[in-house]
């Protein structure tokens, strides 16, 4: 692909800005347009990003190569279709949609159109998961913990969609097979949607996570253990460290001693890295990281949770 690559943002809330101004200092990035129903925000935006506002997504279609959308996942489908009809190359946030059969017409688009279709899981680009992930061999017990404050923002949807389907992703990628069977429970707080989840997965390998999500709680802890054969490796998302620990042979001695090491990891912004590669991608045409059929197992499982807890 010769020349600038043509971006356009289609929301601008919260995380949408965040995109705007990262494409905005991208040197072979051209941010042609960023779109919103508000267009006070489209205003604003635009030009803090240097660029125009749109109060209509379609008045982009025919004027960029790639687009993020950063859209209430409820509106998805019918902000990406035009997009992927045109053949522009889409990075979707996540969940990738609110319905299986949404997320199914989703990919089935872009994989008819050839399109780039990335999912934003960005936990998949936080320099502590990518490093954990290359130690991990064969995980039998992972344990993931995502618990926040209260925040206004994001209350539309429950906590699973919101929270715990970056970890659901996260484990699915780590262990690497299919799922068996799954438990949950849940509970509402402050909302009317789920606030507060547990589940259990067990794995047609024999692995078992055990994973909770919560957006109720007094302080923010983002933490995964992974035990496995003669290891445990744990990761703070927060602090960017992995603790790990293992047996060490000890001369003269029946038994071993466990060994604690304690690695540091050279802290990325995930959101830079991750539309870094959704470019790169789209300009080598290369498979994201997380593609469109990634994003649907995550959200298949999420659904799976919600349904067993009655959501």
Do not use: C
Not at 13 to 40: K, N, T
Not at 252 to 273: C, K, M, Y
């Amino acid at each position: 692909m010769g020349g600038k690559l043509r971006v356009a943002v289609i929301g601008v809330g919260y995380l949408g800005r965040f995109h705007a101004l990262i494409y905005s200092r991208m040197s072979d990035v051209e941010l042609v347009g960023v779109a919103d129903v508000d267009a006070a925000a489209a205003r604003r935006v635009a030009e803090e990003a240097g660029t125009r506002p749109f109060t209509d997504h379609r008045d982009l279609v025919d004027e960029v190569d790639a687009v993020s959308i950063v859209v209430p996942t409820s509106r998805h489908l019918a902000v990406a279709r035009p997009f992927l009809e045109q053949g522009v190359h889409m990075l979707l946030e996540k969940p990738i949609a609110a319905t299986a059969d949404e997320a199914e017409t989703i990919v089935r688009l872009a994989e008819a159109h050839g399109v780039i279709l990335q999912i934003g899981h960005l936990e998949r680009f936080n320099a502590g998961v990518m490093a954990l992930a290359g130690y991990i061999e064969t995980p039998r017990f992972i344990e993931a913990h995502r618990m926040s404050p209260f925040v206004a923002r994001a209350t539309d949807v429950d906590v699973v969609s919101d929270l715990m389907i970056h970890d659901i992703d996260i484990i699915l990628s780590l262990v690497g097979a299919g799922i068996r069977a799954i438990s949950a429970v849940g509970t509402p707080v402050l909302t009317s949607h789920i606030d507060i989840a547990n589940a259990r997965l067990e794995f047609e390998n024999g692995a078992v996570a055990n994973v909770i999500a919560s957006r109720v709680s007094e302080k923010q802890i983002r933490r995964i253990r992974v035990f496995e054969r003669n290891r445990y490796l744990s990761l703070d998302f927060i602090d960017q460290r992995i603790e790990t620990a293992f047996p060490h042979p000890v001369k003269d001695s029946a038994w071993p001693e466990i060994v604690t090491e304690r690695i540091d990891v050279e802290p990325v912004r995930p959101l830079d890295t991750e539309l870094a590669a959704f470019v790169e991608s789209v300009q080598t045409g290369r498979p994201p990281l997380v593609d469109g059929r990634v994003g649907q197992k995550a959200l298949d499982v999420a659904l799976q949770v919600k349904a067993k807890i009655g959501a």
